[in-house]
């Protein structure tokens, strides 16, 4: 395992973005530019974030009392989150659509640079209920991201990737506004998408630390942050695909993001682990007419921006995995003569989202007569791909082949193994080296 990972060359190549000393990395056959050393990302300052929720609160009370989907409050909510981000130098974009009689707005919008082939994208529902201001739900997530685009704005980041931001309508309604944003998306253009993080309810007032168990690269990402913080956090169970992530993940586009709870109970175990009150909701105005600017722990909405922060600096910066990029073992492993099957292993890191449709498994397998030897590809969830069957007629030296394999519907990272068999008496050999290019 040791030297399989000293030579696995694209991992090894990635971290040097990671660590920044350590030995050079072992060249690859595609290495171009050197990868980008990721920035730390700044502190988002809670107050700002603050500011954006007492304004929303505003905002409502002079509506009606809500920021709802056909409701001024919520036109109202569009109009200051993109006056901020236009002062700031982003494009911005309306895109409107109708549902239930009433023209709904999204915003969309793109910090200019970055690879257009590479989007990340972060978005918060901007619409409240009807019957509140919707303060948590999800001014908490709007305000959050807005004040993530803002910084990036002072740091006038020049990440890798193209970032986007978005703030969907109509979610309440049933995901409306994301749902009409993916689906006005050419294919060509959800193509491009590296990830999208959601954000949708992130400072409950008995708040819990919920990362979605989605795209692992981008849960891990989170994972890092509160384990830096020394927060542990849980898996988001309240209801997956019931946020806008979910129109996103439909398309096939790698999403995670974060939550601190909504109308289920916190136990006992997790105020242990949190603090809080046992017994009692993550949000006890969760649509209600109480979800305020009082509706906020600032501890968590200060987390969570922190966690935004993070996410998008560590995700647009980091050094890229690039198509052609190989993965390799070169230790010798025997393959038993007329005996069990054999592996030899070699981990992918640092991708994101799935594997190649034209994904290549090299192997140089040295033997006496090749016709005694079954050959699969083990993906990281265990499913076998078959590469070679035996042939008591082929009876010629060594395999020494390449094999491409529709992998499209599996996670690219993870310990992909070659299992050999040798299923005849007499001949022998071994697994001299294979590798894996994405
Ligand atoms: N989006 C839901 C709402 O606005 C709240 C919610 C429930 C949620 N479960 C979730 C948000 C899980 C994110 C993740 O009513
Ligand atoms: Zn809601
Ligand atoms: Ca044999």
């Not at 991201?145 to 740091?155: D, F, G, I, K, M």
């Not at 439909?250 to 909504?262: D, R």
């Not at 594997?355 to 699969?376: C, E, M």
Request: net charge negative.
């Amino acid at each position: 395992m040791h030297v399989s990972a000293a030579r696995n060359t694209a991992a090894a190549f990635a971290l040097v973005g990671l660590l920044l000393a350590g030995a050079a990395p072992v060249a690859t056959a595609t290495t171009a530019a050197p990868a980008p050393v990721a920035l730390a990302a700044p502190d988002i300052p809670l107050a700002n974030v603050k500011a954006h929720l007492t304004q929303l609160q505003s905002i409502a009370t002079a509506n009606g009392g809500n920021r709802a989907h056909g409701r001024t409050g919520y036109k109202a909510s569009i109009d200051y989150t993109k006056a901020k981000l236009d002062a700031a130098g982003f494009t911005t974009t309306l895109q409107q659509f109708t549902s239930s009689g009433a023209i709904g707005y999204n915003l969309i919008a793109d910090w200019p640079g970055g690879d257009a082939n590479q989007v990340l994208m972060a978005g918060a529902h901007l619409d409240s209920v009807a019957s509140g201001a919707g303060i948590n739900d999800n001014g908490s997530g709007s305000a959050a991201v807005l004040e993530t685009a803002l910084a990036v704005s002072r740091a006038q980041l020049q990440p890798t990737k193209h970032l986007r931001f978005g703030w969907w309508g109509a979610e309440e309604l049933g995901l409306v506004g994301s749902k009409y944003y993916v689906a006005n998306l050419p294919a060509t253009e959800r193509a491009k998408f590296s990830g999208y993080l959601n954000f949708d309810m992130i400072g409950s007032p008995n708040p819990g630390y919920f990362v979605y168990d989605d795209d692992p690269a981008i849960e891990k990402t989170f994972k890092d942050f509160y384990a830096g913080l020394g927060v542990p956090t849980e898996i988001e169970t309240e209801g997956d695909g019931r946020s806008d992530h979910a129109s996103f993940k439909n398309v096939g586009i790698p999403v995670g993001g974060l939550f601190t709870g909504a109308s289920r109970t916190k136990t006992a175990a997790q105020v242990q682990k949190w603090g809080g009150t046992s017994g009692l909701a993550f949000d006890r105005c969760y649509h209600s007419s109480c979800d305020t600017s009082t509706n906020i722990n600032d501890t968590a909405l200060d987390r969570n921006s922190d966690a935004i922060a993070h996410a998008i600096w560590t995700l647009s910066t980091e050094p890229t995995v690039p198509p052609g990029d190989f993965y390799e073992n070169l230790t010798d492993v025997t393959v038993p003569d007329n005996g069990a099957a054999v592996t030899s292993t070699v981990t992918v890191a640092g991708r994101t989202g799935s594997a190649p449709a034209t994904l290549k498994a090299a192997v140089d397998i040295k033997h006496t007569f090749r016709g005694d030897l079954v050959i699969d590809l083990l993906a990281p969830d265990g499913t076998a791909y078959r590469l070679k069957n035996s042939s008591t007629s082929d009876s010629a030296d060594n395999v020494i082949a390449t094999y491409t394999v529709d992998a499209s519907s599996e996670t690219a990272n993870g310990a992909w193994r070659l299992r050999v068999q040798d299923v005849v008496a007499r001949d022998t050999g071994y697994i001299d080296s294979w590798k894996l290019t994405f």
